[in-house]
């Protein structure tokens, strides 16, 4: 452990009640943003996608599966990729029951999109225990029109992720070293297959038989989301191991998830 300050009960509680009175504020502006982002205009979506899901190919409106509202995670597992993004199967552990609670409290179907064969996703999903809903927006643009996925000449040429322009990624490629290059092999897919995808988050509404884009989220907007990282920023020592990068539930050594 590193070292910390000592104190007495006494003087841990004042600053507690101190801290305290920081944290309600934090609330109550978490509130605010929570507000302000339903408050955001909805864009209308008229370009057809399709998705095959467990029960058949699907249209964007049919993955609301009767309800109004629809939260999608966009999952790094591309086409390539032989497991899916580490960092977001450790978010994804948390997603498990949680979608049961927003499609009957809620009225908001939860599920997952990637651009992998659904195959691979079945065969991931199980291979992880996982029980939400999981589609393959594969060949259609979804991922892509919401800034989840990036062609070759994108990352070549230049892109926009997080809302922020980025240049050439192509020097990335030759990392053979790093948190970068070993998350990409650790999904069996190059750097230039890995890059491809991103993670990310967005909702749509369905509104007199149209659906409507809501709200996105990317890179660190996801944090909330992410319920390990909510249990170590309350940790003594906070997010101890960001140094290296996540591995999966079921890939440490003498831990049965």
């Known amino acids: 452990m590193t070292e910390h300050t000592i104190g007495t009960r006494q003087e841990w509680l004042a600053a507690r009640r101190e801290l305290l009175a920081a944290e309600k504020q934090h609330t109550r502006r978490g509130d605010e943003l929570a507000r302000r982002r339903r408050e955001l205009p909805w864009v209308r979506v008229d370009k057809e996608y399709g998705f095959d899901a467990d029960d058949g190919r699907k249209t964007l409106a049919e993955l609301f599966d009767g309800r109004s509202q629809l939260l999608v995670y966009h999952f790094m597992f591309g086409p ?7 960092s977001c199967s450790s978010i994804a552990d948390g997603f498990n029951g949680f979608h049961v609670h927003l499609a ?12 992998a064969p659904l ?14 809903p999981w589609v393959s927006s594969a060949p259609s643009d979804f991922n892509y029109d919401f800034a989840a996925s990036f062609t070759p000449a994108q990352l070549r040429e230049g892109g926009e ?4 322009t980025f240049g050439d990624r192509t020097p990335l490629f030759d990392a053979d070293s790093g948190p970068l290059a070993e998350t990409a092999a650790s999904t069996g897919a190059d750097l230039s297959e890995f ?5 990310g988050m967005s909702a ?5 038989g149209a659906v409507h884009h809501t709200y996105s989220a ?13 249990w170590l920023d309350r940790a003594p020592l906070g997010r101890e191991g960001d140094d290296h ?11 049965t998830a």
Request: proline share 3%.
């Open 204 to 208: 749509f509404a369905l509104s007199d």
């Open 80 to 86: 390539e990729y032989e497991a899916g993004c580490p």
């Open 161 to 164: 992720y997080n809302f922020a």
């Open 218 to 230: 990317y890179a660190r907007g996801l944090d909330g989301l992410w319920g390990a990282y909510q």
């Open 245 to 255: 990068i996540w591995v999966r539930h079921n890939e440490y050594g003498g831990v």
């Open 119 to 132: 195959a691979k996703l079945q065969a991931y999903k199980r291979r992880m225990g996982w029980t939400f």
């Open 104 to 115: 009957n409290r809620a009225g908001a179907t939860f599920l997952c999109v990637s651009r």
């Open 195 to 199: 890059l491809q995808e991103m993670p």
